[in-house]
Nanobody
Framework: QVQLVQSGGGSVQAGGSLRLSCAAS????????MGWFRQAPGKERETVAV???????GYAGSMKGRFTISKDNAKNTLYLQMNSLTPEDTAMYYC????????????????WGQGTQVTVSS
């Protein structure tokens, strides 16, 4: 079983930065994809950024250049550094793990963190 425990998040003014962390435990192999997703009220959950098993990184269009996903394999921890935040980034953010090497969409992910709220004020 895989467990993902998130930390970080909170409230920030537009233009500010936040860092999210996701500590993983359990049976995660090198073939797993890991990613960050978000869901705003009334909207579907969307992909923010993903690290494929081979290390390839992908970002959703609006996050490119502002968000950085990274992984510390020694600590089994996934990070999301978010810069230049705007009110449109306000959402519940989730980390997730998929038992497949290259997964992008939320429905492909099996294990989820508890979520952390990010609120950006103008």
């Amino acid at each position: 079983q895989v467990q993902l425990v998130q930390s970080g998040g909170g409230s920030v003014q537009a233009g500010g930065s936040l860092r999210l962390s996701c500590a993983a435990s359990g049976y995660i192999t090198s073939n797993y994809s890991m990613g960050w997703f978000r869901q705003a009220p009334g909207k579907e959950r969307e992909t923010v950024a993903v690290i494929a098993s081979g290390g390839t990184i992908g970002y959703a269009g609006s996050m490119k250049g502002r968000f950085t996903i990274s992984k510390d394999n020694a600590k089994n921890t996934l990070y999301l550094q978010m810069n230049s935040l705007t009110p449109e980034d306000t959402a519940m953010y989730y980390c997730a793990a998929a038992p497949a090497p290259r997964s992008w969409f939320p429905y492909e992910y099996k294990y989820w963190g508890q979520g952390t709220q990010v609120t950006v004020s103008s």
